[in-house]
């Protein structure tokens, strides 16, 4: 552990990203005799791992008190994964396993599903991004049965598995103590929707649901939520960019006010979000719990906008909003000013291309004189061309109130460039007095000689990243 700059535990061996040679993971495994209190091992980013994992898990059987093993991007053969799953006869006290990013995987996971035995004790299973196949979603399903304590399944970026879907789901019912359930980007179809929404009703702990980025089960939720309002443990629902259509929010309208322990809710990259006339964006006032609200470039128009800024008065444990993306924002932010003076825990305000004008910064500036937003710490002013440099005079004299703010963004749109006004003088001032400021995007902002100096000037230490490139 010292050659590789590492501090020795008897119990969590982490070689995460050391660069390990396979004569290294040879000599791994010739001290695993000498470790019987081990509970963790991470190799993960270790690419040379691959192929060699065999000389590992015949010792394994010397570290019966193992229960966690990260193997994510270790380049994974076929080998391995045999071998892997002959030692889960051996580690009968394993609870996490994460495999992610091992694209060879796919097509070869029956070689370790089927060796895992009833009674298994996994907690958590990760297989994120290893090119699963269909036959592969039906081995993992057959797993089900005999893993009845598994909490975590991320099954995320693994584009073929959703036409085993069908399959997973009639099995989920055997994980009834299920809390997370990662589907992001899985190539979901309406049918794949209709056979979850089914086996939600086993699943009364859930409380991460995760089936963003599924672009074909959009129009399906009209006929597949009937069990989605029975989990009163949900926390995290996360919906992005799955071409939600406006029937889908009658529905939804309807559906996701019942969750009433909701804290996180993206809806993001669906434009039916904001010109649906359901009044979904108004019923998030019946989710006191929310603390995440994510609507980016969801096409609201400023009746939706109301309604949101409406219920935001309702939710006073907001601490992210992201509203970017969305034009009506513009010149309407005045909409917000009761929420936002209400929202005394917010520490993330994204306003990224939303036509932002002078007037919507001279109310931040206003709120923060006033003693509101006091606890936020990162601001995404990006992409607004529209902010005329009175407008960020006025912003950057105001700026140094926001006294937590670690992340600002001002940067202007791809293929812009404007020169920096006299607020450089006012923003380099305001900096001086930011100590938790880390990240400053002012990307396509031209800065002259002398100002590029003065900001360096302020950076020398090279304790923030600051990024401009014109």
Not at 56 to 64: D, E, G, I, K, R
Not at 401 to 406: D, H, M, T
Not at 418 to 431: I, K, N, P, Q, T
Not at 457 to 470: E, T
Request: aromatic share 4%; with cysteine; proline share 2%.
């Amino acid at each position: 552990m010292q050659k590789l700059g590492k501090k020795p535990n008897s119990k969590n061996l982490d070689l995460n990203n050391c660069a390990l040679s396979a004569a290294d993971v040879t000599e791994l495994a010739s001290l695993l005799p000498f470790l019987p209190e081990l509970e963790e091992i991470s190799l993960s980013w270790n690419g040379c791992v691959g192929g060699t994992l065999k000389a590992l898990t015949v010792h394994l059987h010397h570290v019966n008190l193992l229960r966690v093993l990260r193997l994510n991007n270790c380049r994974l053969t076929a080998e391995d994964v045999t071998s892997l799953g002959e030692a889960f006869e051996i580690v009968s006290q394993l609870e996490e396993l994460d495999l992610s990013w091992n694209s060879n995987i796919g097509g070869k996971l029956s070689l370790l599903t089927k060796k895992i035995q009833k009674g298994c004790k996994l907690k958590l299973l990760k297989i994120t991004d290893c090119n699963l196949t269909a036959k592969d979603g039906e081995s993992l399903a057959e797993i089900l049965n005999v893993i009845p304590n598994l909490e975590v399944l991320d099954l995320s970026i693994n584009k073929h598995i959703g036409c085993s879907m069908k399959v997973i789901s009639q099995d989920l019912k055997n994980v009834p103590g299920l809390k997370e359930l990662n589907l992001h980007m899985c190539g979901l179809k309406q049918d794949s929707l209709q056979g979850l929404d089914t086996a939600l009703q086993h699943l009364a702990e859930l409380r991460k649901l995760d089936i963003s980025c599924n672009k074909e089960i959009g129009g399906g939720f009209k006929d597949s939520t009937a069990h989605l309002a029975s989990l009163k443990n949900l926390e995290v629902l996360d919906l992005h960019q799955c071409c939600v259509t406006e029937e889908d929010m009658t529905v939804l309208s309807q559906v996701i006010p019942l969750l009433s322990s909701l804290q996180e809710l993206n809806l993001s990259s669906n434009k039916s979000v904001g010109v649906s006339s359901d009044p979904l964006l108004g019923r998030l006032r019946f989710l006191p719990k929310l603390k995440s609200v994510a609507i980016s470039n969801c096409g609201l128009g400023e009746e939706s906008f109301s309604s949101l800024a409406e219920a935001a008065l309702h939710l006073p444990e907001l601490e992210i909003l992201d509203l970017s993306w969305n034009k009506c924002v513009g010149g309407n932010l005045k909409l917000l000013l009761g929420a936002l003076k209400l929202a005394t825990e917010i520490q993330v305000l994204r306003l990224s291309s939303c036509n932002l004008v002078a007037e919507d910064l001279a109310l931040l500036t206003l709120l923060t004189e006033d003693g509101h937003l006091a606890r936020l710490q990162k601001l995404d002013l990006s992409y607004n061309n529209s902010i005329s440099d009175e407008g960020w005079v006025v912003f950057c004299q105001g700026l140094a109130v926001f006294k937590e703010l670690s992340e600002l963004d001002v940067s202007l749109r791809p293929l812009s460039c404007r020169d920096c006004g006299r607020w450089f003088s006012e923003l380099l001032a305001a900096l001086t007095k930011l100590p938790a400021l880390t990240e400053l995007g002012m990307q396509r902002w031209v800065l002259s000689e002398s100002q590029r100096k003065r900001l360096e000037s302020f950076n020398q230490d090279n304790k923030r990243n600051i990024r401009f490139d014109c």
